[in-house]
């Protein structure tokens, strides 16, 4: 077993240090982390055999992001992130059974995210009675039948909501959206709720399919790439390997950010001895370090320019491509010729020099790709700024073409895979129909609730279970101090992990914890071993192989547990071969092959070398699937950001040593920030204007509309270059600041990257 130790008090921030930040990403230090995360967590076999089979053809995908995999991989096909998340998951450090004793829930719900990650792999199921404030172990039989007899127990089957985590297998969000429906819900909300909903709303508008229109080759092929609202050495590192190749073709790359991050700006690549020594690469050829929520009017400015440019030259449209592809260009056109100049400066806080030297790039280059993030979708008006990138594409034909294309990169490794699964509160009729042939019951056609709504419905009493598959509610919600109140309102709350966080301490009346396999780890069954599949950020679908042993014996892998579950909650209500499921992962996939669009022959598919890639008509033929057949160029009004005098407007990212809710260490490297997190980083010229300084402690007070005051209290005032009135924070630390309402237009997302701000002086500082 593993040499590490528990840690066994709860490292607090007293210590931050905060150094300047750095100006380039990755290279050997990057590498030299990796590895001493992988040896400390894993010892020196578990970490050859993981680090070794990661995104390897025959090994298993990396559960760290959803970028992918290039055609031709490279012996050690990884990044230090992702080193991370497979040594936290393949840790061999188990919760020992004298664990629950120890720690009652309140206990647990009083530790942080970090202490919690580091008590080792759950290996047993265990239960919290109504009458009992500690879990106790329990058989998985018996957990199954607490939560059937709950669920069946119900009014309706619409009082339990059914969460899913963006790491799921299609095989395990197959059978589950199978068992939710089954049982008569589409209570299905899902990470993607607080993360790229705005983008799929915005792209189905626009150009009818709501996922990346470009390949893995297209980046080599492009003239100009367009980086906004995403920081990819930390969250996307091997995209740099990826930009780097670009750059060495002759791309130019232009990065739009309020916060000068370092993966941006320069590159060592440590897969190549430049790499390591030297300058390394300057990525960004331009950088426009835009105001939070400035991006619709800048986009709405280059769009103008492509305009005035057609009318001076008559050479800036794709005249083609509209006439035979587009609709709606007078409209559009009508509408950004009368935009207001003066506000689009408010908004972006950005120079005209600034802007017209991108439009001059924009007009310049043949083949261009934007790509984005939560910088761009946790906004108000996200699904308009995300159209109107939409727009500025199509104005020049950047759609369908190679090189060229719009490019939302995901965040966890398979959530876009969870959706093309059935995983979604709102599937569309086709798809049902298409469960209701295959499986001869009528699945419900009422729309269910997505995060928002789930978490509304659990305050108000309506909502009695919420099942999670996955994930950390709780902590990736917003509103923290509400959503904690709302689960600990539901009468049952069953939560499958591999580590414990926040969530198995916020619970409901009563409260279950299924442990599961990790992606990294074997997946035994009746049939022999299994494997599952997933789908990447530009809808490559491909097989993932455990690695290693289990951590221990008794798991159950997810499709297990689902299946279980199901069986035990619908008898023989439906005409489905649970335990066959379980059995053998290919009769689920036989199902996945009649039922979902673009997956026939799927078993035969995954198995070919590398996958297959999914059929996306825009991209491959374009072709536009929207309402009208016809990519829209959409109309979409300009409504800056007000911010009241003395306030400033945050944002919540992450830092470079966690991922989402699982805090692997309290350093930010990238950004100087050593042993804590709950710093706020502020451009020392406002805080000047608003009387702190550097060092100083503070309250963070959230304003909204409602009038309510949230707060989180004690942070660290970190004097650092963002764009003037912006300021930023950790998430999740943060996210008691984000109202539950105030969310963006029709995707119903957490408005994360756009909360006013009042900083105040601690009330009650650390020593
Ligand atoms: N190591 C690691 N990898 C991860 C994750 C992780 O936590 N750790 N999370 C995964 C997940 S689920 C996701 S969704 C992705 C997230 O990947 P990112 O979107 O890169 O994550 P964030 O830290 O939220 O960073 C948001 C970026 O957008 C910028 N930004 C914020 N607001 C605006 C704005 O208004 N305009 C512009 N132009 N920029 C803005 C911020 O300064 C920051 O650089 O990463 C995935 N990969
Ligand atoms: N303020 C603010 N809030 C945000 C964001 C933000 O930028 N700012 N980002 C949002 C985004 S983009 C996202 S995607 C969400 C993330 O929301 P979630 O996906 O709910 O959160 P994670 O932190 O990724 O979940 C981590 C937990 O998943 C469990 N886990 C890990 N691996 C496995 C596995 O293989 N199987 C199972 N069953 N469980 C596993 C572990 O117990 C771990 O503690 O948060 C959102 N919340
Ligand atoms: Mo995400």
Redesign the pocket.
């Known amino acids: 077993m593993a040499d590490r130790q528990r840690p066994s008090t709860d490292p607090g921030d007293s210590g931050i240090e905060v150094t300047p930040p750095k100006t380039w990403a990755a290279g050997v230090p990057g590498v030299a982390v990796a590895l001493q995360h992988a040896l400390r967590e894993m010892g020196p076999r578990r970490s050859l055999k993981t680090l070794s089979a990661m995104n390897q053809k025959d090994g298993f995908d990396c559960m760290?992001?959803a970028w992918p995999d290039p055609p031709h991989r490279k012996v050690a096909e990884f990044c230090e992130?992702g080193a991370k998340a497979v040594s936290w998951e393949a840790d061999p450090l188990l919760v020992p059974a004298e664990f629950w004793a120890e720690h009652p829930v309140d206990d647990l719900a009083g530790r942080s995210e970090y202490w919690l990650g580091q008590q080792g792999r759950l290996t047993q199921p265990v239960y919290k009675s109504a009458d009992s404030d500690h879990y106790t172990p329990i058989g998985w039989d018996a957990a199954f039948e607490i939560i059937a007899d709950e669920l069946n127990g119900l009014d309706s089957p619409d009082q339990a909501t059914f969460y899913t985590s963006g790491r799921a297998s299609n095989e395990a969000a197959y059978a589950y959206q199978l068992f939710v429906r089954a049982f008569g819900t589409n209570n299905l909300p899902d990470c993607s709720n607080m993360?790229h909903e705005s983008t799929g709303v915005a792209m189905a508008d626009s150009i009818g399919v709501g996922k990346s229109t470009v390949s893995y080759n297209d980046f080599a092929l492009a003239d100009l790439i367009i980086i906004?609202?995403?920081?990819p050495g930390?969250?996307?590192p091997r995209m740099l390997t990826t930009l780097e190749e670009a750059k060495r073709e002759g791309a130019s790359i232009v990065a739009?950010?309020?916060?000068p991050?370092a993966g941006l700006l320069r590159f060592k690549n440590p897969q190549r001895p430049s790499g390591v020594v030297g300058r390394g690469t300057q990525l960004a050829d331009q950088f426009l370090q835009?105001r939070?929520?400035?991006?619709l009017a800048l986009m709405q400015a280059l769009c103008k320019r492509v305009l005035e440019a057609e009318d001076a030259y008559g050479n800036a449209l794709d005249h083609e491509f509209l006439a035979e592809h587009c609709t709606g260009f007078t409209e559009f056109a009508d509408h950004i010729r009368n935009l207001d100049d003066e506000q689009v400066l408010i908004a972006t806080g950005l120079r005209p020099a600034e802007i017209d030297e991108l439009a001059d790039r924009y007009l310049k280059a043949r083949r261009v790709i934007v790509t984005w993030?939560?910088?761009?979708t946790q906004?108000r008006k996200a699904v308009d700024t995300i159209r109107e990138i939409l727009n500025l594409l199509l104005l020049r034909g950047n759609i369908g073409k190679p090189g060229a294309g719009a490019s939302p990169i995901r965040?966890?490794s398979n959530v876009q895979g969870d959706r093309t699964m059935g995983i979604w509160e709102q599937m569309p009729d086709s798809f049902l129909d298409a469960l209701q042939t295959e499986f001869g019951f009528e699945p419900p056609r009422k729309h269910g609730f997505d995060v928002v709504e789930s978490i509304r419905r659990m305050r108000d009493g309506e909502v009695k279970v919420l099942f999670a598959l996955g994930g950390n509610l709780v902590s990736a919600v917003s509103d923290t101090t509400v959503a904690e109140a709302a689960i600990r309102r539901t009468k049952l709350s069953v939560q499958v992990s591999t580590k414990l966080n926040r969530s198995h301490g916020v619970v409901g009346e009563r409260a279950i914890i299924l442990p599961t396999l990790g992606r990294t780890e074997m997946d035994l069954q009746a049939s022999g071993p299994q494997f599952v599949t997933v789908e990447d950020s530009v809808c490559a679908v491909h097989a993932s192989h455990g690695a290693v042993p289990p951590v221990a014996d008794g798991l159950l892998s997810e499709v297990a547990i689902v299946s279980r579950l199901a069986a035990a909650t619908l008898g023989d209500r439906v005409d489905v071969d649970w335990a066959g499921f379980e059995r053998d992962y290919d009769s689920i996939r036989e199902h996945i092959s009649r039922t979902v669009p673009g997956c026939d022959g799927y078993n035969e598919k995954v198995r070919w070398e590398g996958g297959f890639v999914l059929p996306h008509p825009p991209r491959d033929e374009r072709r536009f699937p929207t309402v009208n057949g016809s990519a829209r160029l959409t109309v979409n009004q300009l409504e800056p950001i007000v911010v009241p005098p003395g306030r400033l407007l945050l944002?919540t990212?992450?830092s470079h040593d966690?991922?989402?809710t699982t805090i692997y260490g309290l350093n930010d490297r990238y950004r100087g920030i050593h042993r804590g997190r709950r710093v706020v980083f502020v451009n020392p010229d406002d805080l000047a204007e608003l009387g702190f300084a550097d060092g100083e402690a503070v309250d963070l007070h959230g304003e909204w509309t409602d009038g309510v005051d949230r707060v989180v209290r004690d942070f660290r005032v970190v004097a650092f270059p963002t764009a003037r009135g912006c300021a930023a924070a950790y998430f999740p630390e943060a996210n008691g600041l984000v109202p539950l309402d105030s969310v963006a237009e029709r995707s119903n997302t957490p408005t994360s990257?756009a909360i006013i701000l009042r900083l105040e002086r601690a009330t009650t500082p650390r020593v």
Do not use: Y
Request: proline share 3%.
């Open positions: 760290s992001c992130n993360c906004m609202g995403q920081n930390t969250n996307h739009v950010n309020p916060l991050e835009i939070l929520g400035g991006d993030a939560m910088g761009l906004h965040g966890h944002q990212v992450r966690q991922f989402n990257k």
